[in-house]
Protein backbone atom coordinates (compact mmCIF):
# COMPACT_ATOMS: atom_id res chain seq x y z
CA UNK A 1 0.00 0.00 0.00
CA UNK A 2 1.73 3.19 -1.10
CA UNK A 3 1.70 6.28 0.99
CA UNK A 4 -0.29 9.42 0.10
CA UNK A 5 1.56 12.24 -1.08
CA UNK A 6 1.44 15.13 1.67
CA UNK A 7 2.08 11.97 4.49
CA UNK A 8 5.29 11.25 2.67
CA UNK A 9 8.39 12.47 4.24
CA UNK A 10 9.70 15.61 2.87
CA UNK A 11 13.25 15.67 2.11
CA UNK A 12 15.50 16.90 4.99
CA UNK A 13 12.76 16.63 7.31
CA UNK A 14 13.13 15.44 10.63
CA UNK A 15 10.85 12.87 12.67
CA UNK A 16 9.45 15.73 14.92
CA UNK A 17 9.27 17.98 12.66
CA UNK A 18 7.26 15.74 10.58
CA UNK A 19 4.73 14.79 13.51
CA UNK A 20 3.84 18.58 13.84
CA UNK A 21 2.94 18.33 10.23
CA UNK A 22 1.11 15.72 10.24
CA UNK A 23 -0.65 16.72 13.35
CA UNK A 24 -1.17 20.23 11.99
CA UNK A 25 -2.88 18.88 8.73
CA UNK A 26 -5.05 16.25 10.57
CA UNK A 27 -6.83 18.30 13.59
CA UNK A 28 -6.58 21.93 12.54
CA UNK A 29 -6.25 22.36 8.45
CA UNK A 30 -8.54 19.69 7.91
CA UNK A 31 -10.77 20.81 10.50
CA UNK A 32 -11.40 24.38 9.24
CA UNK A 33 -11.60 22.85 5.72
CA UNK A 34 -14.72 21.05 7.07
CA UNK A 35 -16.07 24.45 8.83
CA UNK A 36 -15.81 26.24 5.37
CA UNK A 37 -19.32 23.71 4.47
CA UNK A 38 -21.87 26.10 6.85
CA UNK A 39 -24.92 24.10 5.32
CA UNK A 40 -23.19 20.66 7.38
CA UNK A 41 -23.36 22.43 10.46
CA UNK A 42 -26.93 24.07 10.48
CA UNK A 43 -28.44 21.59 13.31
CA UNK A 44 -25.06 20.17 14.80
CA UNK A 45 -22.44 21.10 16.59
CA UNK A 46 -19.56 22.68 14.57
CA UNK A 47 -15.76 20.96 15.37
CA UNK A 48 -12.71 23.11 16.83
CA UNK A 49 -9.59 22.61 15.61
CA UNK A 50 -6.64 22.06 17.61
CA UNK A 51 -3.88 24.37 17.95
CA UNK A 52 -0.46 22.96 18.24
CA UNK A 53 1.15 25.81 19.75
CA UNK A 54 -1.60 26.46 22.43
CA UNK A 55 -1.62 22.92 23.61
CA UNK A 56 1.88 22.71 24.04
CA UNK A 57 2.80 27.08 24.33
CA UNK A 58 6.43 26.12 25.63
CA UNK A 59 7.21 24.28 22.18
CA UNK A 60 10.87 24.38 23.35
CA UNK A 61 10.40 21.93 26.34
CA UNK A 62 8.16 20.19 24.51
CA UNK A 63 9.75 19.07 21.73
CA UNK A 64 12.97 18.04 24.22
CA UNK A 65 10.31 15.74 26.15
CA UNK A 66 8.93 14.26 23.05
CA UNK A 67 12.19 13.54 21.55
CA UNK A 68 14.00 12.13 24.86
CA UNK A 69 10.69 9.82 24.99
CA UNK A 70 10.73 8.77 21.65
CA UNK A 71 14.41 8.03 22.07
CA UNK A 72 13.55 5.59 24.99
CA UNK A 73 14.14 1.98 25.21
CA UNK A 74 10.57 1.01 26.13
CA UNK A 75 8.27 0.41 22.95
CA UNK A 76 5.57 1.98 24.18
CA UNK A 77 5.00 5.89 24.02
CA UNK A 78 2.32 6.62 26.78
CA UNK A 79 5.03 4.31 29.22
CA UNK A 80 7.97 6.66 28.29
CA UNK A 81 5.56 9.76 29.24
CA UNK A 82 4.61 8.63 32.33
CA UNK A 83 1.11 8.13 31.41
CA UNK A 84 -1.34 5.78 32.86
CA UNK A 85 -3.55 3.06 31.18
CA UNK A 86 -6.82 3.58 33.26
CA UNK A 87 -6.94 7.22 33.45
CA UNK A 88 -8.50 9.74 30.12
CA UNK A 89 -5.39 11.93 29.26
CA UNK A 90 -5.88 15.26 28.43
CA UNK A 91 -5.87 17.28 25.11
CA UNK A 92 -2.48 17.78 25.67
CA UNK A 93 -1.30 14.58 27.06
CA UNK A 94 -2.81 12.51 23.77
CA UNK A 95 -0.92 15.49 21.13
CA UNK A 96 2.32 14.12 23.26
CA UNK A 97 1.38 10.51 23.03
CA UNK A 98 0.47 11.66 19.38
CA UNK A 99 3.57 12.79 18.34
CA UNK A 100 6.07 10.24 20.76
CA UNK A 101 4.42 7.42 18.65
CA UNK A 102 4.84 8.82 15.10
CA UNK A 103 8.14 9.48 15.70
CA UNK A 104 8.74 6.21 17.38
CA UNK A 105 7.44 4.75 14.02
CA UNK A 106 9.53 6.80 11.50
CA UNK A 107 12.81 6.52 13.94
CA UNK A 108 12.83 2.46 14.83
CA UNK A 109 10.09 1.20 12.50
CA UNK A 110 10.39 2.71 9.36
CA UNK A 111 9.79 -0.14 7.03
CA UNK A 112 6.66 -0.71 8.62
CA UNK A 113 4.65 2.73 7.26
CA UNK A 114 2.14 1.91 5.24
CA UNK A 115 1.97 -1.50 5.73
CA UNK A 116 1.48 -1.22 9.41
CA UNK A 117 -1.87 -3.29 10.83
CA UNK A 118 -3.19 -2.78 14.36
CA UNK A 119 -2.69 -5.87 17.07
CA UNK A 120 -3.76 -5.12 20.58
CA UNK A 121 -0.80 -6.51 21.82
CA UNK A 122 1.32 -3.86 19.27
CA UNK A 123 1.96 -1.15 22.44
CA UNK A 124 2.75 1.57 20.06
CA UNK A 125 0.03 0.64 17.65
CA UNK A 126 -2.49 1.44 20.75
CA UNK A 127 -0.92 4.60 22.05
CA UNK A 128 -1.25 5.97 18.02
CA UNK A 129 -4.32 4.94 17.79
CA UNK A 130 -6.01 5.81 21.29
CA UNK A 131 -4.04 9.22 20.91
CA UNK A 132 -5.56 10.06 17.79
CA UNK A 133 -8.87 8.94 18.22
CA UNK A 134 -9.01 10.93 21.60
CA UNK A 135 -7.88 14.00 19.54
CA UNK A 136 -10.32 13.68 17.14
CA UNK A 137 -13.12 13.32 19.67
CA UNK A 138 -11.68 16.92 21.53
CA UNK A 139 -11.88 18.13 18.23
CA UNK A 140 -16.21 17.04 17.72
CA UNK A 141 -16.69 17.19 21.31
CA UNK A 142 -16.92 13.58 21.75
CA UNK A 143 -15.92 11.91 25.24
CA UNK A 144 -12.55 11.09 25.52
CA UNK A 145 -11.45 7.26 25.94
CA UNK A 146 -8.84 5.83 28.84
CA UNK A 147 -6.25 4.03 26.84
CA UNK A 148 -7.61 0.47 28.38
CA UNK A 149 -10.97 1.31 27.00
CA UNK A 150 -9.68 2.19 23.09
CA UNK A 151 -7.61 -0.73 23.41
CA UNK A 152 -10.69 -2.78 23.83
CA UNK A 153 -13.02 -1.11 21.27
CA UNK A 154 -10.19 -1.10 18.38
CA UNK A 155 -9.71 -5.07 18.89
CA UNK A 156 -13.40 -5.57 18.70
CA UNK A 157 -13.65 -3.30 15.95
CA UNK A 158 -11.52 -4.87 13.78
CA UNK A 159 -13.07 -8.58 14.09
CA UNK A 160 -16.78 -6.76 13.16
CA UNK A 161 -15.65 -4.75 10.17
CA UNK A 162 -14.45 -8.31 8.83
CA UNK A 163 -17.78 -9.91 10.01
CA UNK A 164 -19.59 -7.07 8.50
CA UNK A 165 -17.96 -6.72 5.21
CA UNK A 166 -18.54 -10.85 4.71
CA UNK A 167 -22.41 -10.49 5.59
CA UNK A 168 -22.91 -7.48 3.12
CA UNK A 169 -20.37 -8.80 0.78
CA UNK A 170 -22.75 -12.15 0.50
CA UNK A 171 -25.60 -10.41 0.26
CA UNK A 172 -24.35 -7.87 -2.74
CA UNK A 173 -22.99 -11.27 -4.69
CA UNK A 174 -26.76 -13.39 -4.43
CA UNK A 175 -28.27 -9.90 -6.03
CA UNK A 176 -25.76 -9.40 -8.97
CA UNK A 177 -26.31 -13.43 -9.63
CA UNK A 178 -30.12 -12.77 -10.49
CA UNK A 179 -28.96 -9.56 -12.75
CA UNK A 180 -26.57 -11.94 -14.61
CA UNK A 181 -29.45 -13.87 -14.37
CA UNK A 182 -31.95 -11.85 -16.66
CA UNK A 183 -33.86 -11.37 -13.43
CA UNK A 184 -34.13 -8.02 -12.09
CA UNK A 185 -37.11 -8.12 -11.04
CA UNK A 186 -36.50 -10.72 -8.35
CA UNK A 187 -33.96 -8.58 -7.00
CA UNK A 188 -34.47 -7.80 -2.82
CA UNK A 189 -33.66 -5.06 -0.10
CA UNK A 190 -32.09 -7.17 2.49
CA UNK A 191 -32.44 -6.44 6.22
CA UNK A 192 -30.85 -7.76 9.06
CA UNK A 193 -32.92 -8.28 12.25
CA UNK A 194 -31.19 -7.91 16.19
CA UNK A 195 -33.80 -10.99 16.57
CA UNK A 196 -34.82 -13.84 14.60
CA UNK A 197 -38.71 -14.04 13.62
CA UNK A 198 -40.62 -17.02 12.49
CA UNK A 199 -41.66 -17.00 9.09
CA UNK A 200 -43.92 -19.76 6.44
CA UNK A 201 -46.66 -21.20 7.23
CA UNK A 202 -47.80 -24.47 9.85
CA UNK A 203 -48.64 -26.47 6.87
CA UNK A 204 -44.87 -25.68 5.01
CA UNK A 205 -43.06 -24.79 7.88
CA UNK A 206 -41.65 -22.55 9.93
CA UNK A 207 -38.48 -21.26 9.89
CA UNK A 208 -36.29 -18.53 11.95
CA UNK A 209 -34.41 -15.82 9.51
CA UNK A 210 -32.18 -13.14 10.76
CA UNK A 211 -32.12 -11.78 6.97
CA UNK A 212 -35.70 -10.37 5.60
CA UNK A 213 -35.96 -9.05 1.87
CA UNK A 214 -38.47 -6.58 0.21
CA UNK A 215 -38.74 -5.48 -3.53
CA UNK A 216 -36.55 -2.29 -3.65
CA UNK A 217 -37.49 1.21 -3.40
CA UNK A 218 -38.00 4.01 -5.66
CA UNK A 219 -34.59 6.25 -6.59
CA UNK A 220 -34.66 8.39 -3.57
CA UNK A 221 -34.54 12.51 -5.30
CA UNK A 222 -32.30 13.04 -1.92
CA UNK A 223 -30.09 10.99 -2.36
CA UNK A 224 -26.78 10.88 -4.16
CA UNK A 225 -26.51 8.04 -5.57
CA UNK A 226 -30.14 7.89 -7.02
CA UNK A 227 -30.50 11.21 -8.33
CA UNK A 228 -27.01 12.58 -9.56
CA UNK A 229 -25.01 12.03 -12.54
CA UNK A 230 -21.75 10.37 -12.68
CA UNK A 231 -18.53 10.56 -14.27
CA UNK A 232 -15.33 9.49 -13.98
CA UNK A 233 -11.84 11.11 -14.93
CA UNK A 234 -8.79 9.61 -14.59
CA UNK A 235 -5.54 12.19 -13.88
CA UNK A 236 -2.21 12.24 -12.98
CA UNK A 237 -3.31 13.66 -9.30
CA UNK A 238 -0.03 14.42 -8.63
CA UNK A 239 0.53 16.90 -10.97
CA UNK A 240 -2.28 18.61 -12.29
CA UNK A 241 -3.57 21.27 -10.44
CA UNK A 242 -7.01 22.30 -9.03
CA UNK A 243 -6.78 25.19 -11.77
CA UNK A 244 -6.68 22.52 -14.58
CA UNK A 245 -9.57 20.76 -13.03
CA UNK A 246 -11.36 23.84 -12.83
CA UNK A 247 -10.72 25.24 -16.33
CA UNK A 248 -10.08 21.94 -18.65
CA UNK A 249 -12.39 19.51 -17.11
CA UNK A 250 -15.67 21.47 -15.39
CA UNK A 251 -15.67 24.76 -17.58
CA UNK A 252 -14.30 23.62 -21.30
CA UNK A 253 -15.39 20.04 -20.84
CA UNK A 254 -18.42 20.05 -19.14
CA UNK A 255 -19.73 23.49 -19.30
CA UNK A 256 -19.84 24.57 -15.61
CA UNK A 257 -20.16 28.23 -15.17
CA UNK A 258 -19.97 28.69 -11.89
CA UNK A 259 -18.35 25.38 -9.94
CA UNK A 260 -18.84 24.84 -6.37
CA UNK A 261 -17.08 21.63 -5.53
CA UNK A 262 -16.19 19.59 -2.20
CA UNK A 263 -15.53 15.77 -0.84
CA UNK A 264 -16.23 13.96 2.01
CA UNK A 265 -12.74 14.85 3.28
CA UNK A 266 -12.69 18.34 3.31
CA UNK A 267 -11.64 19.70 0.01
CA UNK A 268 -13.91 22.68 -1.29
CA UNK A 269 -13.46 25.51 -3.89
CA UNK A 270 -16.04 28.12 -4.93
CA UNK A 271 -16.99 30.43 -7.54
CA UNK A 272 -19.90 32.76 -7.39
CA UNK A 273 -21.25 35.78 -5.89
CA UNK A 274 -21.76 36.07 -2.39
CA UNK A 275 -18.33 35.53 -1.51
CA UNK A 276 -16.10 37.64 0.89
CA UNK A 277 -13.03 39.20 0.46
CA UNK A 278 -10.66 36.39 2.53
CA UNK A 279 -13.36 33.47 0.72
CA UNK A 280 -11.93 34.48 -2.45
CA UNK A 281 -8.75 34.46 -1.34
CA UNK A 282 -8.41 31.35 0.26
CA UNK A 283 -9.97 29.60 -2.96
CA UNK A 284 -7.33 31.47 -5.27
CA UNK A 285 -4.57 30.48 -3.23
CA UNK A 286 -5.59 26.37 -3.70
CA UNK A 287 -6.14 26.86 -7.49
CA UNK A 288 -2.25 26.09 -7.90
CA UNK A 289 -1.61 23.16 -5.86
CA UNK A 290 -1.67 19.66 -6.80
CA UNK A 291 -4.90 17.76 -6.49
CA UNK A 292 -3.21 15.23 -3.94
CA UNK A 293 -1.58 18.15 -2.30
CA UNK A 294 -5.08 20.27 -1.40
CA UNK A 295 -5.91 20.62 2.28
CA UNK A 296 -8.48 18.85 3.50
CA UNK A 297 -6.98 15.53 2.57
CA UNK A 298 -6.51 15.76 -1.33
CA UNK A 299 -8.22 14.62 -4.28
CA UNK A 300 -6.56 11.20 -4.88
CA UNK A 301 -7.01 7.88 -6.27
CA UNK A 302 -10.87 6.74 -5.23
CA UNK A 303 -11.63 10.48 -4.12
CA UNK A 304 -15.61 11.45 -5.35
CA UNK A 305 -15.44 14.91 -5.86
CA UNK A 306 -19.45 16.16 -5.31
CA UNK A 307 -19.30 19.34 -8.48
CA UNK A 308 -22.58 22.09 -7.80
CA UNK A 309 -23.07 24.92 -10.60
CA UNK A 310 -23.95 27.99 -8.81
CA UNK A 311 -25.28 29.34 -11.85
CA UNK A 312 -27.49 26.51 -12.63
CA UNK A 313 -29.78 23.85 -11.88
CA UNK A 314 -26.35 21.21 -12.39
CA UNK A 315 -25.05 18.89 -9.97
CA UNK A 316 -23.06 15.31 -10.44
CA UNK A 317 -20.41 13.56 -8.82
CA UNK A 318 -16.82 12.93 -10.29
CA UNK A 319 -15.46 9.48 -9.40
CA UNK A 320 -11.06 10.06 -9.72
CA UNK A 321 -8.70 7.93 -10.60
CA UNK A 322 -4.97 8.25 -10.13
CA UNK A 323 -2.88 7.59 -13.64
CA UNK A 324 0.66 8.48 -13.40
CA UNK A 325 1.31 8.45 -17.68
CA UNK A 326 -0.95 8.96 -20.44
CA UNK A 327 -0.40 8.71 -24.58
CA UNK A 328 0.09 12.65 -25.46
CA UNK A 329 -1.46 11.51 -28.96
CA UNK A 330 -4.24 10.00 -27.86
CA UNK A 331 -5.05 12.07 -24.69
CA UNK A 332 -3.02 15.38 -25.13
CA UNK A 333 -5.37 17.21 -22.44
CA UNK A 334 -3.19 14.92 -20.12
CA UNK A 335 -6.38 13.43 -18.70
CA UNK A 336 -9.67 10.75 -19.75
CA UNK A 337 -13.32 11.76 -18.66
CA UNK A 338 -16.18 9.23 -19.23
CA UNK A 339 -19.58 8.61 -18.42
CA UNK A 340 -22.68 11.06 -19.35
CA UNK A 341 -22.53 14.48 -19.14
CA UNK A 342 -24.85 16.17 -16.49
CA UNK A 343 -27.49 18.35 -18.06
CA UNK A 344 -29.16 21.24 -16.11
CA UNK A 345 -32.92 20.52 -15.23
CA UNK A 346 -35.32 23.31 -16.91
CA UNK A 347 -39.08 23.11 -17.79
CA UNK A 348 -39.18 21.62 -21.39
CA UNK A 349 -41.10 23.99 -23.82
CA UNK A 350 -44.05 20.86 -24.56
CA UNK A 351 -44.31 20.90 -20.58
CA UNK A 352 -44.92 24.73 -20.54
CA UNK A 353 -47.01 24.75 -23.64
CA UNK A 354 -49.03 22.20 -22.45
CA UNK A 355 -49.34 23.66 -18.73
CA UNK A 356 -50.40 26.66 -20.45
CA UNK A 357 -53.26 24.87 -22.77
CA UNK A 358 -54.49 22.75 -19.99
CA UNK A 359 -55.10 26.36 -18.51
CA UNK A 360 -56.46 28.08 -21.58
CA UNK A 361 -59.02 25.26 -21.72
CA UNK A 362 -60.10 25.34 -18.25
CA UNK A 363 -61.40 28.68 -18.59
CA UNK A 364 -62.62 28.17 -21.63
CA UNK A 365 -65.16 25.41 -20.46
CA UNK A 366 -65.60 27.33 -17.68
CA UNK A 367 -67.08 30.41 -18.94
CA UNK A 368 -68.38 28.20 -21.74
CA UNK A 369 -70.59 26.56 -18.43
CA UNK A 370 -71.26 29.43 -16.33
CA UNK A 371 -73.11 31.04 -19.84
CA UNK A 372 -75.23 27.60 -19.83
CA UNK A 373 -75.88 27.73 -16.01
CA UNK A 374 -77.31 31.37 -15.97
CA UNK A 375 -79.56 30.36 -19.58
CA UNK A 376 -81.25 28.55 -17.31
CA UNK A 377 -81.56 30.09 -14.26
CA UNK A 378 -82.27 33.54 -15.73
CA UNK A 379 -85.60 34.38 -18.25
CA UNK A 380 -85.57 34.91 -21.33
CA UNK A 381 -86.10 38.22 -23.53
CA UNK A 382 -89.38 37.37 -24.44
CA UNK A 383 -90.54 36.06 -20.90
CA UNK A 384 -89.40 39.32 -19.91
CA UNK A 385 -91.31 40.96 -22.77
CA UNK A 386 -94.66 39.32 -21.80
CA UNK A 387 -97.35 40.72 -19.52
CA UNK A 388 -98.08 38.74 -16.86
CA UNK A 389 -102.02 39.34 -18.30
CA UNK A 390 -100.98 37.08 -20.67
CA UNK A 391 -103.71 34.40 -21.49
CA UNK A 392 -103.29 30.79 -20.33
CA UNK A 393 -103.00 28.79 -23.12
CA UNK A 394 -100.10 30.53 -24.44
CA UNK A 395 -97.95 29.16 -22.15
CA UNK A 396 -97.16 26.03 -24.72
CA UNK A 397 -95.91 28.43 -27.16
CA UNK A 398 -93.60 30.02 -24.20
CA UNK A 399 -92.24 26.57 -22.84
CA UNK A 400 -91.48 25.18 -26.67
CA UNK A 401 -89.47 29.13 -27.38
CA UNK A 402 -87.30 28.03 -24.00
CA UNK A 403 -86.57 24.22 -24.80
CA UNK A 404 -85.24 25.58 -27.75
CA UNK A 405 -83.49 28.80 -26.59
CA UNK A 406 -81.33 25.93 -23.91
CA UNK A 407 -80.93 23.19 -26.57
CA UNK A 408 -78.68 26.14 -28.66
CA UNK A 409 -76.45 26.99 -25.38
CA UNK A 410 -76.30 23.65 -24.74
CA UNK A 411 -74.54 22.75 -27.85
CA UNK A 412 -72.28 25.93 -27.68
CA UNK A 413 -71.01 25.04 -24.11
CA UNK A 414 -69.98 21.34 -25.35
CA UNK A 415 -68.42 23.02 -28.41
CA UNK A 416 -66.23 25.16 -26.82
CA UNK A 417 -65.67 22.12 -23.97
CA UNK A 418 -64.37 20.42 -27.19
CA UNK A 419 -61.98 22.84 -28.67
CA UNK A 420 -60.51 23.50 -25.58
CA UNK A 421 -59.57 19.99 -24.96
CA UNK A 422 -58.19 19.82 -28.69
CA UNK A 423 -55.99 22.70 -27.66
CA UNK A 424 -54.36 21.05 -24.67
CA UNK A 425 -53.71 17.58 -26.86
CA UNK A 426 -52.28 19.42 -29.62
CA UNK A 427 -49.20 20.26 -26.91
CA UNK A 428 -48.85 17.72 -24.70
CA UNK A 429 -48.87 13.65 -24.25
CA UNK A 430 -51.02 13.32 -21.35
CA UNK A 431 -54.69 11.90 -21.74
CA UNK A 432 -57.35 14.77 -21.22
CA UNK A 433 -60.85 13.69 -20.23
CA UNK A 434 -63.94 16.32 -19.99
CA UNK A 435 -66.58 15.24 -17.70
CA UNK A 436 -69.97 16.62 -18.42
CA UNK A 437 -72.25 16.51 -15.43
CA UNK A 438 -75.73 18.29 -14.99
CA UNK A 439 -74.05 20.88 -12.79
CA UNK A 440 -70.67 22.08 -14.41
CA UNK A 441 -68.44 21.46 -16.92
CA UNK A 442 -64.91 21.02 -16.30
CA UNK A 443 -61.57 19.59 -17.62
CA UNK A 444 -59.52 16.57 -15.75
CA UNK A 445 -55.87 16.74 -16.88
CA UNK A 446 -54.86 12.99 -16.05
Given at each position: MSVPGF????????ALAYAQRVFERLYCSDIKEVLIMEELWKTRTPPSPLILKELLPDA???????????????????KALGLPDQ????VADSARVFLVSVVKFLQQRQAELGEAVFDKDDDLAVDFVAAAANLREACYGIPQQKRFDAKGMAGNIIHAIATTNAIVG???????????????EKCTTSFLRIEPSLVGSRR?????????????GAPNPGCMVCSKAAMHLTANTETMTLQQLVDKVLKQRLAVNQPYLYTAGGVSYEEGEGLEDDEIADNQARLPKALAALPGGGIVHGTVVYVQDQGQALSFEMHVSHQAEFDPEQHPDGFILSGKAPEAQQQEPAAAAAAAAAAA??????????GKKRSRDEPSEQQQQQDGGQAADEQPAQ???????????????????DAAVDAAAGTQD???EVIDSDEDDCIVVD
Open positions: FKVQEGEGAAAAAAVQAAADSSTGSASEVWSGLIVVEALKLLAGMPSGRVACLVHGEAPAAAATTEAAADQQQAKRQKQDDVAADGAADPV
